[in-house]
């Protein structure tokens, strides 16, 4: 005999939920994080903005954004809903719970004009007006054969130091590097104690070593049968070319350690600086960053454009209903975007705008697939030739 699922209910989670959601979003993701961290990223929520799905007094769902700053291109900052901590338990799931929680926690968006997320599979948030808007490229390099050429300076200026007696100093070249990073995020201090904190239960690996040089730095662990094999990058953040050579000629330097892993931007210099390119094996490709645009002229009035554009966008947002007709003119850079009536140039759905947003993706692309439409062939080059970026997006940090 089956039997008839009682509907679900959403609504705003209170305090005597959260070991009902912990234990949802452990099983969800098949991990425990430690209660502290756990604290951390709650003093990042705005009020109300975790919402839960019930069947009965049951919790069997949880969605949740923390208060978020997205940089953009051209060096502004947005405030940006990070969705995060989104799971349903494996007995309600595909019974709806996803869908009512989204639609009830885009409801309590109204701060902000972007919202962004990490997703766990690529399947889920496209039909919420989610878009791919940054690239990982994983990279390793065979470092004991690697060799610079002789024509890459050799700055020097680096120092081994312990972290966390360095903090000042950390904390001031991450916050320059997210000002020119599309897709740099603030870190706020108790994020930064929850990093230098380095906790057992949220690593693999050694504890963490830095390399500190005025203008960059590199965090890593080293991993391994016996603990010496492969250095891992958790962090690498130059705000100038020197030191970016400069901490990768350490990098490269160290003796005894067979392979760098660095999760990266496509189109990296490290090849480029090393007489053989084929020792840096790009290991992986994967989205990182994924935006919905909630305010649409506001978002694309915040970045910086590379060339003049005037053009018509009708952008579709199935389920939760956002998206419309919009006139973007650009002119020496900027833009100017306001609701229209006037007939549309390019037809897309709001994920792929997200997708556009930071530069990591052409219209192009969208263009040949048939998911951008346009009545004029050569409006997708100009769209290309508008929304590229100096500075290619990489994600802040995962939250
Ligand atoms: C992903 C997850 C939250 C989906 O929850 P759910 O309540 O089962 O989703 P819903 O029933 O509301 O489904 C909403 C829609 O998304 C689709 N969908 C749900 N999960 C999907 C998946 N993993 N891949 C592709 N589509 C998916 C459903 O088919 C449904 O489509 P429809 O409206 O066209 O019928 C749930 O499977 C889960 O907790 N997974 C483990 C943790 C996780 O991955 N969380 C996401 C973190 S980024």
Redesign the pocket.
Known sequence: MTHAPTPLTIRTAHEADWPAITLIAAT??GSWRAPETNEVWRTMMPADSAVVACDGTDVV?VALFLDLQLTVPGGAVLPMAGVSF???APTH???????GMFAEMHRRMDAYPIAG?????A??YG?FGYGPATVWESLAVDRAQARFRADVPDPGGVRIVRPAEHREQLEDIYERWRLQTPGGLYTPPRLWDEVLADRESSRQGTPLFCLLHADGFAMYRVHGHDETKNVEITKLAAVTPQAQIALWRVLVGLDLKETIRVDTHPGHVLPYLLTDHRLVRTTGVEDGLWLRMLDIPTVLEARSFAADLSVVLDISDEILGGGGRFALEVRGGRAHCVPTDADADVHTDLSVLGSLYLGAHRASAFASAQRLRCNDSGLPARLDAAFATAVPAELGYGF
């Not at 799931?93 to 869908?99: E, K, S, T, Y």
């Not at 997320?117 to 599979?121: F, G, I, K, R, V």
């Open positions: 969800g993701f769902g989104v799971a349903v799931r595909r019974r709806g719970a996803l869908n997320l990490e997703a766990s599979e399947g889920i039909r």
